[in-house]
């Protein structure tokens, strides 16, 4: 069990009792309680941000080369690749056949001469909690949403701690266990891809009201929903643009306003590095899109910033690779969706898919529409399955019951009969969850 040290800023410190003492008045950006019961959650994969050319295009999209090295001519965390052969349409329509993906590790596949035995890949994994402060469109402090009391049970739940999967000899993680289960007829018993983490210094996010909130088609950068005392907060909703905005720094080399946003701040001071998973924990935050509050809620989502190489690095593109999750509290949400739902689901996506397909070769798979209506042609193995009945697997452990999201395995997305999963399942860790392939699909599902 890692310790928990927690270091919260000078502002944190200075702010937090008097804005969460504060009453709120009845405003035009507060929902009830019951706002998100009815509410379409999800997760999944944004596009990459940062600054510099990017490598849009790594790796050999007409053949298969040097694939356990994994994406070359980048710093980032390990990786490997592979390829799978299924009758589909590219994202332009046109048939294809052969297909490449890439996830995190190494390769489950035995190497000439090498032994068996412990082939454990250990990855870095450093959690950043980050509290809202939301302000007033004149910039006057209203409250702070403090993330600290969800940091010891997210460290505490099966993203980061040991239990018994079938998929494994021996008590492991979660994200572990989903990729044994994939590639469970290859893997020895003792290739593993673990995560270490460890809790870093405290961020604070500060978000100001738009001034038209309220307003005849104005527009809210925030909405808050308060305890019945009047203090913050059962849970807050952000713009998506907004959050966007304010969690990554805006230019490079860093500016004194890019070292306010915790992404800028966490890889400024060394706390996230380029061979990390990157955790920003947040306190009941969820996410709406288009500007309007009925398109709602992304729960979390995972993707990099990348940034300009450096001459210690050889001049490579750094990719670092992240997710936002949010935690959630009981009883906002149907269908289970509690604690660390959200971060299950962009974890397990991360080993599948750490540069959510944007070199547009690996992780782009065969269109598929999934049980719950979803239509998409990439390796998002937590979008088939979020909201389907036995969407997630309840995990009793250190003294409080878990929600994890089950999984699709990548025989799904290889149209794949049967599946050379566990148990010839198509999710885990309940193989009951996903019980049948989606028909083929021409582009976009039409």
């Not at 596009?47 to 510099?52: D, F, Q, S, V």
């Not at 994890?404 to 599946?419: C, D, K, V, Y």
Request: one cysteine or more; charged letters at 15%; hydrophobic letters at 35%.
């Amino acid at each position: 069990m890692n310790k928990l040290v927690v270091r919260l800023p000078l502002l944190l410190l200075l702010g937090l009792a008097t804005a969460l003492s504060c009453l709120a008045q009845s405003g035009d950006d507060q929902v009830p309680a019951d706002y998100l019961l009815n509410a379409r959650h999800s997760g999944g994969a944004v596009p990459p941000r940062g600054h510099g050319n990017g490598v849009k295009l790594a790796g050999n999209q007409n053949g298969v080369s040097s694939e356990a090295l994994g994406i070359p001519n980048i710093d980032s965390l390990i990786n490997f690749s592979g390829h799978f052969s299924a009758a589909g349409v590219d994202q332009n329509g046109n048939p294809r056949s052969i297909w490449f993906y890439n996830m995190v590790g190494r390769s489950p596949a035995e190497e000439s001469g090498q032994q068996q035995g412990d082939r454990t890949t250990t990855i870095k994994a450093p959690i950043i909690p980050v509290s809202l402060v939301l302000r007033k469109a004149n910039g006057s402090p209203r409250f702070v949403y403090d993330v600290t009391p969800f940091i010891e049970p997210t460290l505490n739940s099966p993203v980061f701690q040991k239990f018994p999967y079938t998929s494994s000899k021996a008590p492991t993680q979660i994200s572990d266990a989903i990729q044994r289960a994939e590639f469970f007829e290859e893997a020895d018993p003792g290739w593993h891809t673990v995560l270490s983490p460890n809790v870093k210094t405290a961020r604070v996010m500060t978000i100001d009201q738009d001034p038209t909130c309220g307003q005849a088609k104005g527009h809210c950068n925030y909405l808050i929903s308060l305890h019945a005392d009047g203090t913050c907060c059962r849970f807050v909703l952000v713009d998506d643009q907004v959050f966007g905005n304010a969690l990554f720094p805006a230019n490079f080399p860093f500016s004194e306003s890019d070292l306010q946003t915790p992404v800028g701040a966490a890889e400024n001071d060394g706390d996230i590095t380029t061979k990390d998973i990157s955790t920003f924990l947040f306190p009941n935050t969820y996410l709406f899109l288009n500007g309007n509050p009925n398109v709602c809620c992304v729960l979390g989502y995972h993707t990099y910033d990348f940034e300009p190489g450096i001459p210690s690095n050889g001049n490579l593109e750094r990719r670092y690779v992240l997710n936002y999750s949010s935690w959630i509290s009981p009883g906002l949400f149907r269908g289970g969706f509690e604690d660390v739902t959200a971060l299950s689901h962009e974890m397990a996506e991360i080993y599948n898919d750490p540069f959510v397909a944007s070199d547009g070769i690996h992780n782009i798979t065969p269109w598929w529409l999934s049980p719950n209506g979803n239509c998409q042609d990439d390796l998002e193995v937590g979008d088939v399955i979020e909201g389907l009945p036995r969407g997630v697997f309840p995990i009793t452990m250190n003294g409080m019951t878990y929600h994890p999201q089950n999984e699709a395995l990548l025989p799904w997305f290889e149209f794949q009969s049967p599946s050379s999963a566990i148990s010839g399942a198509y999710s885990y860790p309940d193989i009951s969850t996903l019980t049948a392939l989606s028909a083929p699909q021409n582009k976009a599902c039409k």
